[in-house]
């Protein structure tokens, strides 16, 4: 998996210099937390699901093979994994989902919504009041992920209250 990393760390780069790596570190953790038992189907989810459909274009699944020693086998199971997320069928592809749902649901989240929040027009009352609804839960999710999905959107929801008592 070291070279994995090692191949990935450039393309979480973003063009304004700024790293991703930190969100996909974020989200494994979460993700690793719902699916303990590990396996290499969820490391291999996490280090490729931030980059989307990458894997599906020409050129960068065989090139990433050729660099990673990983199979195309493999490689063509994780993009098809990657494509899955919106609705998971395997516990890893559930950890991962669940994890990313998790990783935004809570003050960072509503931090990252603040900041596309001008873009789109909107104030910031504008959000916190948006915000105030109540979370969404996926059928598919865990009880635990259910747990920690619901702390977060709480914690996400008293800063909204606390924004819209100042």
């Known amino acids: 998996m070291d070279s994995v990393a090692a191949y990935l760390r450039p393309l ?18 979460i993700a690793r937390a719902l699916h303990p038992e590990g396996d290499a189907e969820l490391e291999l989810l996490l280090a490729f699901h931030r980059l989307g459909n990458w894997l599906d274009k020409v050129g960068n699944l065989t090139r990433t093979a050729l ?27 559930r950890a991962v989902a669940a994890a990313t749902i998790i990783d935004a ?9 603040l900041t596309r929040a001008r873009r789109e027009g909107l104030t910031i009352d504008d959000v916190a009041r ?12 865990s ?3 259910r747990t920690m999905l619901m702390e977060r959107a ?3 929801r008293a800063v909204c209250r606390r924004i819209l008592g100042e």
């Open 130 to 141: 948006a915000e105030l609804r109540e979370t969404a839960i996926p059928e598919w999710f």
């Open 105 to 113: 649901a809570g003050v960072r989240g509503l931090a990252e919504r």
């Open 12 to 29: 979480y780069q973003d063009l304004d210099g700024v790293s991703r790596m930190d969100d996909v570190e974020r989200i494994a953790r």
């Open 143 to 145: 009880a635990e992920a």
């Open 154 to 156: 709480e914690a996400r």
């Open 67 to 93: 660099a990673t020693g990983l199979s195309e086998a493999q490689l063509h199971r994780v993009a098809a994994s990657i494509r899955r997320l919106a609705d998971p069928q395997t516990d890893a592809e």
